[in-house]
């Protein structure tokens, strides 16, 4: 019996093709714009996850998230390294700036200066040199991302030197860092190298990266760090999702995106709902011909569904396929997408999205089904 | 037996008793059925005969469970449908009844083939055994060569056959002819009606063909006339051949 229903499906090719095209242009949109919206919102704390070893970040208190930096005075490091329960803590410079080659090649850059003695901070993924040639003079470890966008076309070569603020500095390492926010180049160097790349007055301490002992949990460290310095303290998770709340909260950004999602499900739901009630209206005498030859209402709503199923998997199939395919070839190492992906929780949350919009969009379609009078064989639609 | 007039089994296939059926909603609320009485038996192919909007058809789709009597009853085979629910007349309609339309209703996307299997499948029969008693049909049918074609590949003739193949698919008690013969010439009419009878009328099943073509009446065992929602008169072979 499936198969008939299917070959019914099927034998209306130009509906199945409006329904198919219908989901996918919905799947595409949705999960495409959500990957996007992930991404950006990943970016944000790409930062904060690079920095693996630590577990707590400290802040001067009118700091709400990672990119609104107001440094401390140098000496609140030695007050955090009083705290009952911290293992170890460092400091950390945070800074925008802009290099450029000695071709002229100028780009917007994230400089971060980690501490000198434990170098702290650097991306575990290091693929050119050695974390310790950042201890030479001038030395800088440049993001592979940067590296390319810089030298464009050449290999991946310690040695480069570019100009930062009027100073020399020598590339010793490439590293793996994570795309940032805005920059387009990531700089780590150490702590003392970057203020006298960057200047920034008195006060020079971004944040204090911190450990915990081990048998206490950062969040109690963290708190306790707050209650006896007077500085915000969050556990890297909690500044993690701090940081991409502000986002959402203070940027347009998750209202353009919800609107593309938005439009994305109505277009595409407008479109299923509209061809899949033409196809049941002109499958009406079909469905009432199944009704006299025996088959119950219940059963005939079940095979409509999956009539519906077949061609909302076959959509959902394309639009996911598609918006991989995006990601694949837009999300290219130099592209100002790189590191975007389509996460298995997106693609998940759209088929259970897409599926919520195929049932919905059928409703009344079932109701006609449902409703289909068998005497409409002997009489016409009734 | 048959042709005959007389009755192949104490229980009439069809026992239809002071049924009443009301179409139309509201001022529009007519009465087609008024209280009609009426046996249909086995073993025969009876006719039911009258002129356009006399109830024919309200009456067919009433015994076939399609419609619902107002009052009255109507037992198929001893079985009377107001005692089974929506879903249960449902489900005995797709296990006993067969029916041929005037307008075929074949299954456009279906091969002649699957439109023959549909009542069988829809009883969860072994694909198998559905195939193997499609391709029987057709074959008995002369359709032994267009198993594969689709209805619109079929001329009028062998889709009226097409349908009659699948009302019997399943081997039904009784099978319901709904203007068999509107769509066809004289001489395809005839052979129509020949098939019919011949694959058709068994001891144990009733065959119920309703038409306003007197050129057939030839073919029926009894003939049941019908006027304004009443049974007029019955005519049994037999005497028809007496006049």
């Known amino acids: ?98 290099v450029k080659t000695p071709e002229g090649r100028t780009k ?84 003392s190298q970057a203020v006298a790349f960057v200047p920034t007055g008195r006060n020079q301490l971004s944040f204090i990266l911190a450990k915990a002992t081990a048998d206490l949990e950062p969040v109690a460290v963290a708190r306790g760090i707050a209650a006896r310095t007077g500085l915000n303290a969050y556990t890297s998770e909690e500044f993690s999702w701090r940081t991409i709340r502000y986002y959402l909260k203070n940027t347009g950004i998750p209202i353009s995106f919800a609107t593309t999602i938005l439009l994305g499900m109505v277009v595409g739901s407008a479109i299923v709902g509209l061809t899949f009630n033409m196809f049941v209206t002109d499958n009406l005498p079909q469905y009432a011909m199944l009704k006299v030859i025996g088959v119950t209402s219940g059963r005939l709503i079940g095979l409509v569904l999956l009539q519906a199923a077949v061609v909302g998997l076959m959509g959902y199939a394309i639009g996911i396929g598609l918006a991989a395919l995006f990601f694949e070839y837009a999300a290219t190492p130099t592209s100002a997408l790189r590191g975007f992906n389509l996460p298995w929780w997106i693609a998940s949350g759209v088929g259970a999205t897409i599926a919520l919009l195929i049932v919905l969009s059928t409703l009344t379609s079932l109701g006609r089904v449902l409703f289909a009078q068998p005497a409409m064989v002997f009489w016409g639609k009734r | 037996m048959s042709r005959n007039g007389q009755p192949a089994t104490e229980v009439p296939a069809i026992a239809c008793r002071g049924v009443v059926k009301h179409l139309g909603r509201r001022k529009f609320r007519t009465e087609v059925l008024h209280g009609l009485d009426l046996d249909v038996h086995a073993g ?54 067969g029916l041929v339309l005037q307008q075929f209703h074949l ?9 023959v299997a549909v009542p069988l499948l829809v009883l969860r029969q072994h694909p198998a055994q559905v195939k193997a008693r499609a391709e029987s049909l057709l074959h008995d049918l002369g359709l032994a060569a267009h198993g594969d074609k689709y209805p619109s590949e079929l001329s009028v003739g062998e889709q009226q056959r ?34 019919l009878r011949q694959v058709t009328v068994r001891s144990d099943r009733a065959v119920l063909v309703v038409t306003h073509d007197h050129r057939i009446f030839g073919f029926a065992d009894r003939i049941i006339h019908m006027d304004d929602g009443r049974i007029t008169r019955i005519d049994t072979s037999s005497e028809r051949e007496a006049a």
């Open chain 1, 108 to 191: 917007s850059a994230l400089l971060l200066g980690v501490d000198d003695a434990s170098l702290t901070g650097v991306p575990a993924r290091i693929l050119k040199g050695s974390i310790l040639d950042l201890r030479r003079p001038d030395a800088i470890a440049i993001d592979r991302v940067g590296f390319m966008q810089l030298w464009p076309g050449e290999p991946l070569t310690l040695g480069k030197t570019l100009d930062l603020n009027d100073r020399r500095a020598v590339v010793t390492v490439i590293t793996d860092a994570a795309p940032a926010f805005s920059a387009q180049v990531i700089i780590h160097t150490r702590y």
């Open chain 2, 162 to 195: 097409v349908a009659i193949a699948r009302a019997i698919a399943h081997d039904p008690k009784l099978i319901i002819c709904d203007e068999p013969t509107a769509a066809l010439d004289a001489t395809s009419g005839r052979l129509v009606m020949q098939l």
């Open chain 2, 44 to 97: 025969q192919m009876t006719l039911l005969v009258g002129p356009s909007g006399c109830g024919k058809t309200t009456l067919i789709s009433t015994i076939a469970g399609i419609l619902r009597p107002d009052q009255g009853s109507i037992a198929l085979f001893g079985t009377e449908l107001g005692t089974l629910g929506r879903r249960g007349i449902v489900r005995f309609r797709g296990r006993n009844v």
């Open chain 1, 1 to 98: 019996m499936l198969s008939i229903v299917i070959k019914m499906l099927f034998g209306e090719r130009v509906k199945v093709l409006g329904l198919v095209f219908g989901v996918a242009f919905a799947t595409l949109l949705v999960a495409q714009q959500a990957g996007l919206f992930v991404g950006l919102m990943t970016r944000s704390q790409n930062v904060i996850a690079d920095a693996t070893d630590v577990d707590i970040w400290v802040m001067d208190p009118a700091v709400e998230y990672l990119d609104l930096v107001r440094p401390m005075r140098d000496t609140e490091l030695y007050r955090v390294r009083g705290v009952p329960g911290i293992a170890w803590a460092v400091p950390l410079f945070k800074a925008a700036t802009s």
């Open chain 2, 107 to 115: 299954f456009p996307a279906l091969t002649a083939a699957e439109n």
